[in-house]
Each structure stands twice: as structure tokens, then as C-alpha cells.
């Protein structure tokens, strides 16, 4: 009511609210609130009577800043500007109550030698942090800020904006520190004194940014309990904003890479994402893909119509070159199945590759019909499979990683004739490396215990059979999943939350397992996985998305996976 | 378009480029044209280093001048997966042998066209014949199918991804198991095999897998007639040097190094009579550069050389042969890779030359020891040397003995006998 500016009603409401409880008339905030909405009703000295109790015990700065109003309402310059400089020394960077204190100044004649004195020792909370801001940039409601400080906190270190206007309205986020020295030595600086760092803020809880003026970044370093402004100022309507949701993640999830690469522990690196911001990129991520999912060149390349509808449709999602999946789609042709290739292609600057190594296939080899989804941009493996999905006419979806290839033909005939026998399951087989060892019988979830990433626990999804850790198998990969179409589309496909790859399939098979659906991973089928040379993404995306995901999966999931008997994995 | 009984794909016509493989290829066809009923049609492919030039979207082209023969014009070529990037040329192709209606295709040689040919070639032509040429253990190898080591020079018994990807270090052992996995199911897709020797043929059953009984073993037929060779004449002077020929390119695994070092061994042993190595080595730069040195290094020192000496007479053509192998008396081919025939000990046989041969690969199959040559233990210079003295000491007569049966050996290579083992593998049989 006070912010809609309903002053009257505000205060017959929380008088009548304190006329039933002795409680909350305790509590601070509600003082303010009702000071607050006296002053602005025009009765500064009942708003006094009922803030000045609190200015002894205030930890908030707006409750001396309120007292400031209120004193300046009732002509008293002096004690109004002691409050300001009061408020002031609690948040070092409330601007707002810097502009009272030098107006009041400028209108009383306050005496400021008196006054400063008063106000020094709150004042020195500590030392600037000298900051210097090499790249500001905000997407959505997210602001990455890269830079460099003299000074290494710990990853994990708090950075936050105030919005002067909103009592208790921050934007706040997480920073990773990272060693570069070589950029220290092209500095002509020593290889350790400066450090680059990046902060991800989730700006959502600020409402009115393009009126925001000059913020001071306040840092809350990791194990310190004193906040510390920093030299750097921003202003929100200042900051470029990407229209590109891709070039923002190439930037945050490049300076992660960064970071990683530096010589951090993933977990450290990691801390650049609060549960806040990565939901918030997360969010991000689903709008950009919802938005551009319809932008797809269809390429049809078999002009022969099929005699018969396609038993199985073969997903494959194209990050980079697509010759790895030559024996497979050799395999494929091979089989004599009536099947649909369907090529999800977001790298489209590989289009022409891509086009030949399937067309020569095209009206050659009867019964296969062979399709090119082509992206101007890189839409993720989740929404690539869905995408892919929604053009499909198989009964049964197959997704299929372009490195994996079956041991015999024969393999692909028992996988696409069971997931055709048993509608109501997922279906995949046993993965082996090329050299035969066991790859994966199958995913597991296994808790993370010595991640550093702060207080969310992490979970993480583990191949069964791959060592001699044995666990229940409760989800099957997505580099090799089959799947009723109808299924598919009843658990609504691969998350698109998922920010381009990774914990997808197991999220899928998580639903799936919700609604007693099971998931069958067959022993006597074979396929060989030459993981990693299927895709070449790049550098930012390349060892992030799964970090990324992780948590995203962790914050999801929590709840269920916590009620499992889970194996333990130890993380560096 | 008339139905063809046989379609004959070479990775080249010899016209345009010279080489053992489509020379063979050629022959083939040549042959079953002269000596049986067959219609049968002539594919040679071509490659953008040739410079022959088609119009867009013109991939098959007759060859001026000539009946049932073709070319075929291929673009970009992919040397690890091979088969051609451009994928509108082999599926021209594949419609075209379609219109063919050939009972049986012959992929002489996939390089240029594409070991992918198979597969599609099945898909279209489901009835077909299809036969599958092969030369050398390219399906196994990438360093050139010659099972030799990039890495230290060692031979492999086996390609094993692993160490694969040590000869070639940017490409994981992960893509070479794919690369193998893909090459055996194109393979199997082939009715029938034919190499030269035993040795490649086992090469083919070891490493791919492949039916031994779908695999044929033809040696590469010679036609005497085009080899008007003189047998020696008798001459007893024990004077004249004995001649010891190299033929072939001058590259780093044909031993060349070998035989100078054999040279040199046998320079130190003092022998009675003195000796020349003769050097009829071509394509010279496509030896490496610390091979041609080192080479060159043993050609300045045997300038030191007492009892024999080293002359070196570059790269010949096909009608230089004869008269080059007319100036030397024994053949020796030291090769350190398996070589998979070696047409050159086939050609000093039909010019009444005995052969000097490593014991290696397909090599190790062509000499009768003591009858028609030697063999010498592969890589050893001190045995070669030692054969090589067995000719330094031998009576003229003995000589004129195995000159006699080494063109013996080369008349049991007759086309005519080769046709009937073809009849048999191409599926074509009952038209000799």
C-alpha cells in the first residue's frame, strides 16, 4: 500500500494488525513502514514517535534515512543530516542517502566538520576495493560484469547493486576469481597482482532500472563479514543490452571456461551461478529457444515417396562435423528397415557436409527417407532432439549420437523391434568404448559431496558399468535412446530448460520414472561409443554445459534424489 | 543403353595416369574384349590433379575415340573415409550403372571413387555381381596401406587403432576403430575379393574379417608378347661387372638404402669379381627429405667403393623398361614394407632377369628360392649382400639357368590363364 502510495489505508491497516499483537510491534521494518506513511500523510511528528525508538538498534539504513525525512520534514537540518550520514555509514553505497546528506548540506548551513565526525567510524568498513570493469553486459534480467581487482576473494563472493528507491531490493550475484598471467605480463604487471574476475547478477528484483542513476558494486567477500564498496559504478541504462541470447552465453559461459582454465576447480569456477541465476539463465535459455524453434530450413532429401511409413525415426543432433556418424548411417541403410534419418544441423556453416555425406544415400537405398533441419543458430540438444521429434513419422523415435555405432546391424533391428514391442518403456542398450571395454549398462545419480558450490548439494549422473561401482540403473543416455513417438510427446519431450546439453536424458527418464515407466537398458545389445569425436563445440561450450546443467539438474531434482540411496562420488 | 556383362572401375584410365593398378585394370578389359564374348565397358576415374576438365553436373564422360570406355570425374577426395566429398558424382555414377544393367560391376581399385561405391551399389543394384580390387592394405592402413610405422619405421602385424593414432597423432583411436568399423561393413557388402598375392589376401581375411572363400588370389597377368626381350647370350668373361638393378620409385620404404648398405658390405668382402648398382628409381621428391639425404649420403661414400659402384639413372617410362632391364643382370628389390606383388619382379622375369627379393608381404611369394632368384631377409643388408655374392661367384651357365626359368616363371602369368581365374570371380564364367 505504502509503495502505491495508499498512506491512509497503510496505517489503519498495521494499526489495526499492532492493536491484536504485541509482537510486531517489535519488529523494525513495520516501525518504518508506519513512519513512513505517517511523514507522507503529513505527520512528521508521529512518524518520529514511532521510528526513533528503532535508531539505536538499526542495522537498516533506511531507518535512519527514514529519520533523516522525517527530521528535515520537521525543520531540524542538523539531526536530519546526521541520520543521512548515519544510513550512509551502514550502506556505503546508498547513494540516496548521499544526495540528502549534500542537499540538506547545501539547504541548512549544517556545520560539517561536527557532523563528519560523528559518521567517520561507520564510514570505515573498510578499504575501497579497487575494481576495474573491463566488460559490462546484461541479458534478460542478468547482468555479467568481467573485470579486474587488485585484490583474489574466494569464488563465491557476493556482488550486489541497491536499488536507493526499494528498501531491501538488490540485485545480487556470485563471482569467480581466476589467476591470468599473461595478461598480467602483457600489463607489464607481476604474473599474480592483478586477477580477472566475472559476476553474474540476476537483476530480476529491480523494477525500475533505467531510473536507477550510478549504483556503487558493493562486494561480500567469501569468509568476510563486512561488505565493501568497490571503485567500480554502474548504471543499469548504461549497460549494452545483447540482443543475442547466444552472444550473451558465449560471454558468460565463455569467461567460465576462462575461469575453469585458470587453474580453478570446476566446483570454485561454479560459484559464478547462485540458484538464482542460474535458474534465471535457464529461463532465458527456454524463451530464446521457444522463440527461435520455428526458424528451420526443412531439407527433405529423398524425393521418392516411401511404400510404407518409416518403422523408426533416427535423431541426429549436429554440433560440428558430421562425418563421425558415417558407419552409422552406413548401419542404418543397411539394416533394410524402413527408416527416417532426421538431421537436426545446428552448425548450418556445415550444411554442405552434412548434405553429402547423407544425399548419396537419398533415393538410392529404397525405403530410407532422409531429412536436414538446418539452424541459423545453435539451438541445444534438447530442443535439436524435440525439434527433430516434431518433424518425425516413425512409431518409435530413435536419438542417436553421431559417434556411436552398433556392433553388427543386427543391433539395430533388436533395438527399434523392441522399443516397438514395448511402447510403454525407454529403450537402450549397453555402450561399450571402441576398444570393448564396457562403456555404461546405464545411468545412475550419484551425490557430489566435495563440490564447493556452495550450499546446494549436487548430484550427478554416472555411468553404471563403466568402473566397479554398481548401481541401480534409473535412467539411459540420450546419445542412444529409443522411444515410442506417442511416449515422447505424453512426458513432452527433452527439457528445454536444459541450458544447449547435458542431463537431459536423465531428466526425461526422471519423468518417466515418476509415472512408473521403465527403463530398459538391453545386455544383449551392442554399441560401440567413440564419445567426444562426434561433436566439436565451441570453446564456451565446451566442459561448461555440463556444470551448468548439473546444478540446474541438482536444484530440480533435489527433492526426489535425496530420498534415494544414491553412491557417493568424490569430486576434486 | 545396352545391357554389359562386366563393368570394369579403375581409380584411373591409363591414359591420363600411369599406374600398375589401373594398367592392370585396363589390361582386363583389353583382354576379355580379345579373348572372350564378354560386353564388357571400361570405367577410369579421374581426380582434380589431373587437369582433365568436365562441365558442370557432367560426371560421366565418354573417352574420345574409344568404345565402352568412360571417365569418370570426381571432385574433392576424402583419404581417411575414401570415398568422394562430393556425394552428386558417386550417386551419378551408381544411376548410371544402374542403366548399365551389368550381371557383375569390378571396383578395380576404389581409390578416387570411393569404397562407399559398394554400399550403394547394393542398395541400387541389389542382383549384381559386385568384386572388389585391392592393392595395397589401404582398408587396414592409413599411412599409404603399407602397414609401416610413421612413428619408428617398424612393420605392423595388425592395424590396431591405437597405435594408429600414434602414426597419426590428431586423429583419436576412437575414429580409427569408426574408420575400421565402416570399412568392414562396406566390405562385406562385396561379393567377392581379388588380390594379387596370398600374402594380402590373408591381410584381408585377418584384419576385416572377410570369408577366405570369397577371396580369389590372380596374380597380375603379363602379356610376353609386349616384351620382345633377348634371352642373355652366353658369355663367360668373369671380368665384367655384375649388374644389380633397382627398378621402381625412388621413395622411402622401396629400400633403396637397404641395397646400398648390402653395396657397401659387399665392397668390404673384397669379391673376386666387381659389381654395379644400377638405379632406375623415379618420383624422387616423393621421398622425404632426411630419406633423400640420407640416400644421397650413401651414393657420395660409395664413391669410395674398391670393387663396385653406384649408378643412378633416374625415373623411366614403360618403353625404357626393356632397354633398362637389358643393362643389368640381376633385379634386386629390397622393398621394407609388404609389398602386396611387386609387378616389377613379374617384369624382370619376362626380361629373363633372376630377382634379388625381399622376404616380405606379397614379395615373399613371387621368387622360387635358387630357381628363378632369391630372397634375402627383409631389412638385412648383410643378407642381401650375401645373395647378392651368390651371383658375384655363380658360373655363367648357372646364370643362363635361372634367366631361363625366371621368364619361365612370367609365362605361367599369361593373361589367357589369368581370364579363366577372373571368369571365376567376377561371376562372369563360361565365356573363355
Same mark, same amino acid.
Given at each position: =500500500?505504502?509503495?502505491?502510495?495508499?498512506?491512509?489505508?497503510?496505517?489503519?491497516?498495521?494499526?489495526?494488525?499492532?492493536?491484536?499483537? %504485541?509482537?510486531?510491534?517489535?519488529?523494525?521494518?513495520?516501525? $518504518? !513502514?508506519?513512519?513512513?506513511?505517517?511523514?507522507?500523510?503529513?505527520?512528521?511528528?508521529?512518524? &518520529?514517535?514511532?521510528?526513533?525508538?528503532?535508531?539505536?538498534?538499526?542495522?537498516?539504513?533506511?531507518?535512519?534515512?527514514?529519520?533523516?525525512?522525517?527530521?528535515?520534514?520537521?525543520?531540524?537540518?542538523?539531526?536530519?543530516? &546526521?541520520?543521512?550520514?548515519?544510513?550512509?555509514?551502514?550502506?556505503?553505497?546508498?547513494?540516496?542517502?548521499?544526495?540528502?546528506?549534500?542537499?540538506?548540506?547545501?539547504?541548512?548551513?549544517?556545520?560539517?566538520?561536527?557532523?563528519?565526525?560523528?559518521?567517520?567510524?561507520?564510514?570505515?568498513?573498510?578499504?575501497?576495493?579497487?575494481?576495474?570493469?573491463?566488460?559490462?553486459?546484461?541479458?534478460?534480467?542478468?547482468?555479467?560484469?568481467?573485470?579486474?581487482?587488485?585484490?583474489?576473494?574466494?569464488?563465491?563472493?557476493?556482488?550486489?547493486?541497491?536499488?536507493?528507491? =526499494?528498501?531491501? @531490493?538488490?540485485?545480487?550475484?556470485?563471482?569467480?576469481?581466476?589467476?591470468?598471467?599473461?595478461?598480467?605480463?602483457?600489463?607489464?604487471?607481476?604474473?599474480?597482482?592483478?586477477?580477472?574476475?566475472?559476476?553474474?547478477?540476476?537483476?530480476?528484483?529491480?523494477?525500475?532500472?533505467?531510473?536507477?542513476?550510478?549504483?556503487?558494486?558493493?562486494?561480500?567477500?567469501?569468509?568476510?563479514?563486512?561488505?565493501?564498496?568497490?571503485?567500480?559504478?554502474?548504471?543499469?541504462?548504461?549497460?549494452?543490452?545483447?540482443?543475442?541470447?547466444?552472444?550473451?552465453?558465449?560471454?558468460?559461459?565463455?569467461?567460465?571456461?576462462?575461469?575453469?582454465?585458470?587453474?580453478?576447480?570446476?566446483?570454485?569456477?561454479?560459484?559464478?551461478?547462485?540458484?538464482?541465476?542460474?535458474?534465471?539463465?535457464?529461463?532465458?535459455?527456454?524463451?530464446?529457444?521457444?522463440?527461435?524453434?520455428?526458424?528451420?530450413?526443412?531439407?527433405?532429401? %529423398?524425393?521418392?515417396?516411401?511404400?510404407?511409413?518409416?518403422?523408426?525415426?533416427?535423431?541426429?543432433?549436429?554440433?560440428?562435423?558430421?562425418?563421425?556418424?558415417?558407419?552409422?548411417?552406413?548401419?542404418?541403410?543397411?539394416?533394410?528397415?524402413?527408416?527416417?534419418?532426421?538431421?537436426?544441423?545446428?552448425?548450418?556453416?556445415?550444411?554442405?557436409?552434412?548434405?553429402?555425406?547423407?544425399?548419396?544415400?537419398?533415393?538410392?537405398?529404397?525405403?530410407?527417407?532422409?531429412?536436414?533441419?538446418?539452424?541459423?543458430?545453435?539451438?541445444?540438444?534438447?530442443?535439436?532432439?524435440?525439434?527433430?521429434?516434431?518433424? @518425425?513419422?516413425?512409431?518409435?523415435?530413435?536419438?542417436?549420437?553421431?559417434?556411436?555405432?552398433?556392433?553388427?546391424?543386427?543391433?539395430?533391428?533388436?533395438?527399434?523391434?523392441?522399443?516397438?514391442?514395448?511402447?510403454?518403456?525407454?529403450?537402450?542398450?549397453?555402450?561399450?568404448?571402441?576398444?570393448?571395454?564396457? =562403456?555404461?549398462?546405464?545411468?545412475?545419480?550419484?551425490?557430489?559431496?566435495?563440490?564447493?558450490?556452495?550450499?546446494?548439494?549436487?548430484?550427478?549422473? $554416472?555411468?553404471?558399468?563403466?568402473?566397479?561401482?554398481?548401481?541401480?540403473?534409473? @535412467?539411459?543416455?540420450?546419445?542412444? =535412446?529409443? !522411444?515410442?513417438?506417442?511416449?515422447?510427446?505424453?512426458?513432452?519431450?527433452?527439457?528445454?530448460?536444459?541450458?544447449?546439453?547435458?542431463?537431459?536424458?536423465?531428466?526425461?527418464?526422471?519423468?518417466?520414472?515418476?509415472?512408473? !515407466?521403465?527403463?530398459?537398458?538391453?545386455?544383449?545389445?551392442?554399441?560401440?561409443?567413440?564419445?567426444?569425436?562426434?561433436?566439436?563445440?565451441?570453446?564456451?561450450?565446451?566442459?561448461? %554445459?555440463?556444470?551448468?546443467?548439473?546444478?540446474?539438474?541438482?536444484?530440480?531434482?533435489?527433492?526426489?534424489?535425496? %530420498?534415494?540411496?544414491?553412491?557417493?562420488?568424490?569430486?576434486? | 543403353?545396352?545391357?554389359?556383362?562386366?563393368? /570394369?572401375?579403375?581409380?584411373?584410365?591409363?591414359?591420363?595416369?600411369?599406374?600398375?593398378?589401373?594398367?592392370?585394370?585396363?589390361?582386363?578389359?583389353?583382354?576379355?574384349?580379345?579373348?572372350?564374348?564378354?560386353?564388357?565397358?571400361?570405367?577410369?576415374?579421374?581426380?582434380?590433379?589431373?587437369?582433365?576438365?568436365?562441365?558442370?553436373?557432367?560426371?560421366?564422360?565418354?573417352?574420345?575415340?574409344?568404345?565402352?570406355?568412360?571417365?569418370?570425374?570426381?571432385?574433392?577426395?576424402?583419404?581417411?573415409?575414401?570415398?568422394?566429398?562430393?556425394?552428386?558424382?558417386?550417386?551419378?555414377?551408381?544411376?548410371?550403372?544402374?542403366?548399365?544393367?551389368?550381371?557383375?560391376?569390378?571396383?578395380?581399385?576404389? #581409390?578416387?571413387?570411393?569404397?562407399?561405391?559398394?554400399?550403394?551399389?547394393?542398395?541400387?543394384?541389389?542382383?549384381?555381381?559386385?568384386?572388389?580390387?585391392?592393392?595395397?592394405?589401404?582398408?587396414?592402413?592409413?599411412?599409404?596401406?603399407?602397414?609401416?610405422?610413421?612413428?619408428?619405421?617398424?612393420?605392423?602385424?595388425?592395424?590396431?587403432?591405437?597405435?594408429?593414432?600414434?602414426?597419426?597423432?590428431?586423429?583419436?583411436?576412437?575414429?580409427?576403430?569408426?574408420?575400421?568399423?565402416?570399412?568392414?561393413?562396406?566390405?562385406?557388402?562385396?561379393?567377392?575379393?581379388?588380390?594379387?598375392?596370398?600374402?594380402?589376401?590373408?591381410?584381408?581375411?585377418?584384419? #576385416?574379417? /572377410?570369408?577366405?572363400?570369397?577371396?580369389?588370389? /590372380?596374380?597380375?597377368?603379363?602379356?610376353?608378347?609386349?616384351?620382345?626381350?633377348?634371352?642373355?647370350?652366353?658369355?663367360?668373361?668373369?671380368?665384367?661387372?655384375?649388374?644389380?638393378?633397382?627398378?621402381?620409385?625412388?621413395?622411402?620404404?622401396?629400400?633403396?638404402?637397404?641395397?646400398?648398405?648390402?653395396?657397401?658390405?659387399?665392397?668390404?668382402?673384397?669379391?673376386?669379381?666387381?659389381?654395379?648398382?644400377?638405379?632406375?628409381?623415379?618420383?624422387?621428391?616423393?621421398?622425404?627429405?632426411?630419406?633423400?639425404?640420407?640416400?644421397?649420403?650413401? /651414393?657420395?661414400?660409395?664413391?669410395?667403393?674398391?670393387?663396385?659402384?653406384?649408378?643412378?639413372?633416374?625415373?623411366?617410362?614403360?618403353?625404357?623398361?626393356?632397354?633398362? #632391364?637389358?643393362?643389368?643382370?640381376?633385379?634386386?628389390?629390397?622393398?621394407?614394407?609388404?609389398?602386396?606383388?611387386?609387378?616389377?619382379?613379374?617384369?624382370?622375369?619376362?626380361?629373363?632377369?633372376?630377382?634379388?627379393?625381399?622376404?616380405?608381404?606379397?614379395?615373399?611369394?613371387?621368387?622360387?628360392?635358387?630357381?628363378?632368384?632369391?630372397?634375402?631377409?627383409?631389412?638385412?643388408?648383410?643378407?642381401?649382400?650375401?645373395?647378392?655374392?651368390?651371383?658375384?661367384?655363380?658360373?655363367?651357365?648357372?646364370?643362363?639357368?635361372?634367366?631361363?626359368?625366371?621368364?619361365?616363371?612370367?609365362?605361367?602369368?599369361?593373361?589367357?590363364?589369368?581370364?579363366?581365374?577372373?571368369?571365376?570371380?567376377?561371376?562372369?564364367?563360361?565365356?573363355?
Amino acid at each position: =500500500m505504502v509503495d502505491e502510495e495508499c498512506f491512509s489505508e497503510a496505517i489503519a491497516l498495521t494499526d489495526r494488525w499492532l492493536a491484536n499483537t %504485541t509482537e510486531d510491534s517489535a519488529d523494525p521494518m513495520l516501525a $518504518f !513502514i508506519r513512519a513512513h506513511a505517517h511523514r507522507q500523510s503529513g505527520r512528521p511528528e508521529e512518524a &518520529l514517535a514511532i521510528l526513533r525508538p528503532f535508531r539505536e538498534q538499526a542495522s537498516n539504513p533506511w531507518i535512519p534515512f527514514e529519520l533523516g525525512l522525517i527530521h528535515k520534514a520537521l525543520g531540524q537540518p542538523d539531526e536530519a543530516y &546526521l541520520c543521512f550520514r548515519e544510513a550512509k555509514g551502514l550502506q556505503p553505497e546508498f547513494t540516496w542517502a548521499s544526495i540528502e546528506a549534500d542537499r540538506t548540506t547545501a539547504e541548512g548551513n549544517v556545520p560539517l566538520g561536527r557532523l563528519d565526525a560523528i559518521t567517520a567510524q561507520v564510514c570505515e568498513t573498510g578499504a575501497t576495493v579497487d575494481v576495474h570493469l573491463d566488460r559490462s553486459l546484461r541479458c534478460g534480467p542478468l547482468l555479467l560484469l568481467i573485470g579486474w581487482c587488485r585484490e583474489a576473494f574466494g569464488s563465491g563472493s557476493l556482488f550486489r547493486l541497491s536499488d536507493p528507491l =526499494m528498501p531491501g @531490493a538488490h540485485a545480487v550475484g556470485s563471482a569467480t576469481f581466476y589467476h591470468r598471467p599473461d595478461v598480467c605480463q602483457a600489463l607489464g604487471l607481476p604474473e599474480h597482482q592483478n586477477h580477472g574476475f566475472a559476476v553474474l547478477i540476476d537483476g530480476s528484483g529491480f523494477r525500475r532500472w533505467s531510473e536507477l542513476g550510478r549504483l556503487p558494486l558493493i562486494v561480500e567477500p567469501e569468509g568476510e563479514e563486512k561488505a565493501r564498496v568497490t571503485s567500480a559504478e554502474i548504471c543499469l541504462a548504461e549497460v549494452p543490452e545483447e540482443a543475442s541470447t547466444p552472444l550473451f552465453f558465449e560471454a558468460a559461459l565463455g569467461v567460465f571456461r576462462v575461469s575453469i582454465d585458470s587453474g580453478n576447480r570446476w566446483p570454485e569456477s561454479l560459484r559464478l551461478f547462485t540458484p538464482q541465476t542460474v535458474r534465471a539463465a535457464s529461463g532465458l535459455f527456454a524463451r530464446h529457444v521457444a522463440a527461435e524453434r520455428h526458424d528451420v530450413e526443412v531439407h527433405w532429401l %529423398t524425393r521418392t515417396p516411401l511404400t510404407r511409413a518409416p518403422l523408426a525415426s533416427v535423431i541426429f543432433v549436429q554440433l560440428g562435423s558430421f562425418l563421425a556418424a558415417k558407419p552409422a548411417i552406413l548401419q542404418l541403410a543397411k539394416s533394410g528397415l524402413p527408416l527416417e534419418l532426421i538431421v537436426v544441423n545446428n552448425s548450418p556453416e556445415l550444411f554442405s557436409e552434412t548434405f553429402h555425406i547423407l544425399d548419396r544415400f537419398a533415393d538410392i537405398r529404397p525405403g530410407l527417407r532422409i531429412g536436414i533441419l538446418n539452424r541459423a543458430t545453435n539451438l541445444g540438444f534438447s530442443a535439436g532432439c524435440n525439434l527433430g521429434a516434431e518433424h @518425425a513419422t516413425g512409431e518409435c523415435l530413435l536419438f542417436h549420437n553421431n559417434d556411436l555405432f552398433a556392433d553388427s546391424v543386427g543391433d539395430y533391428k533388436q533395438l527399434i523391434t523392441r522399443a516397438l514391442n514395448e511402447p510403454n518403456a525407454i529403450h537402450s542398450a549397453f555402450q561399450y568404448f571402441t576398444d570393448g571395454t564396457l =562403456m555404461q549398462e546405464g545411468l545412475t545419480a550419484t551425490r557430489l559431496t566435495t563440490a564447493k558450490a556452495g550450499a546446494i548439494p549436487l548430484f550427478n549422473g $554416472f555411468s553404471v558399468g563403466r568402473n566397479q561401482t554398481r548401481a541401480e540403473v534409473i @535412467a539411459c543416455s540420450g546419445s542412444l =535412446m529409443a !522411444i515410442s513417438a506417442p511416449l515422447f510427446n505424453h512426458l513432452g519431450g527433452f527439457s528445454e530448460e536444459i541450458v544447449y546439453a547435458h542431463f537431459e536424458d536423465f531428466d526425461l527418464c526422471l519423468r518417466a520414472r515418476q509415472e512408473g !515407466i521403465p527403463v530398459r537398458v538391453w545386455d544383449d545389445i551392442k554399441f560401440y561409443h567413440a564419445e567426444g569425436t562426434g561433436s566439436v563445440a565451441p570453446y564456451h561450450l565446451s566442459g561448461t %554445459t555440463s556444470h551448468i546443467n548439473r546444478l540446474l539438474f541438482s536444484l530440480k531434482w533435489r527433492r526426489v534424489l535425496e %530420498t534415494m540411496d544414491l553412491p557417493v562420488e568424490y569430486s576434486l | 543403353m545396352s545391357h554389359y556383362d562386366l563393368v /570394369i572401375l579403375s581409380l584411373f584410365h591409363p591414359k591420363v595416369v600411369h599406374g600398375g593398378a589401373q594398367q592392370c585394370a585396363y589390361d582386363l578389359f583389353l583382354n576379355l574384349r580379345k579373348y572372350s564374348n564378354l560386353k564388357v565397358c571400361f570405367i577410369g576415374a579421374t581426380s582434380p590433379q589431373t587437369n582433365l576438365r568436365t562441365k558442370a553436373s557432367a560426371y560421366l564422360r565418354k573417352v574420345p575415340g574409344a568404345e565402352d570406355e568412360f571417365y569418370f570425374f570426381t571432385g574433392e577426395y576424402d583419404y581417411f573415409w575414401h570415398n568422394c566429398v562430393d556425394s552428386r558424382a558417386v550417386k551419378d555414377l551408381t544411376l548410371f550403372l544402374r542403366k548399365l544393367e551389368p550381371r557383375s560391376v569390378f571396383l578395380s581399385h576404389y #581409390m578416387h571413387i570411393g569404397i562407399d561405391l559398394l554400399g550403394l551399389l547394393r542398395f541400387a543394384l541389389p542382383e549384381v555381381h559386385i568384386s572388389v580390387g585391392l592393392h595395397e592394405m589401404l582398408f587396414a592402413c592409413l599411412a599409404d596401406g603399407q602397414m609401416v610405422k610413421k612413428t619408428n619405421g617398424g612393420l605392423c602385424s595388425k592395424a590396431e587403432p591405437e597405435l594408429c593414432a600414434m602414426c597419426f597423432p590428431h586423429i583419436t583411436a576412437d575414429t580409427f576403430m569408426a574408420r575400421h568399423k565402416h570399412n568392414v561393413d562396406l566390405l562385406e557388402m562385396a561379393d567377392s575379393y581379388i588380390v594379387p598375392a596370398r600374402h594380402l589376401g590373408g591381410v584381408l581375411v585377418r584384419e #576385416m574379417g /572377410i570369408d577366405a572363400q570369397r577371396v580369389h588370389v /590372380i596374380n597380375h597377368p603379363i602379356d610376353l608378347e609386349r616384351y620382345p626381350a633377348q634371352a642373355p647370350m652366353p658369355d663367360s668373361s668373369t671380368q665384367r661387372p655384375i649388374r644389380f638393378g633397382f627398378f621402381g620409385q625412388f621413395v622411402d620404404n622401396k629400400g633403396i638404402h637397404v641395397l646400398l648398405k648390402a653395396g657397401d658390405l659387399l665392397n668390404r668382402s673384397q669379391p673376386l669379381r666387381p659389381f654395379q648398382i644400377v638405379i632406375n628409381g623415379g618420383n624422387k621428391n616423393f621421398a622425404s627429405g632426411d630419406y633423400q639425404a640420407k640416400v644421397e649420403g650413401m /651414393i657420395h661414400d660409395s664413391h669410395a667403393w674398391e670393387h663396385g659402384e653406384v649408378v643412378e639413372l633416374g625415373g623411366y617410362t614403360h618403353d625404357e623398361l626393356i632397354r633398362r #632391364m637389358a643393362g643389368v643382370d640381376v633385379v634386386v628389390v629390397p622393398s621394407t614394407w609388404p609389398e602386396v606383388f611387386g609387378l616389377v619382379v613379374t617384369e624382370a622375369f619376362a626380361c629373363y632377369k633372376p630377382v634379388i627379393a625381399a622376404f616380405i608381404g606379397g614379395l615373399a611369394e613371387r621368387v622360387q628360392h635358387g630357381v628363378d632368384g632369391f630372397n634375402f631377409v627383409a631389412r638385412d643388408p648383410a643378407d642381401l649382400a650375401a645373395k647378392m655374392a651368390l651371383f658375384l661367384e655363380m658360373d655363367h651357365d648357372r646364370y643362363l639357368q635361372m634367366a631361363h626359368a625366371a621368364h619361365q616363371t612370367a609365362s605361367r602369368l599369361s593373361p589367357k590363364r589369368a581370364l579363366e581365374s577372373y571368369y571365376k570371380a567376377l561371376a562372369v564364367g563360361g565365356h573363355g
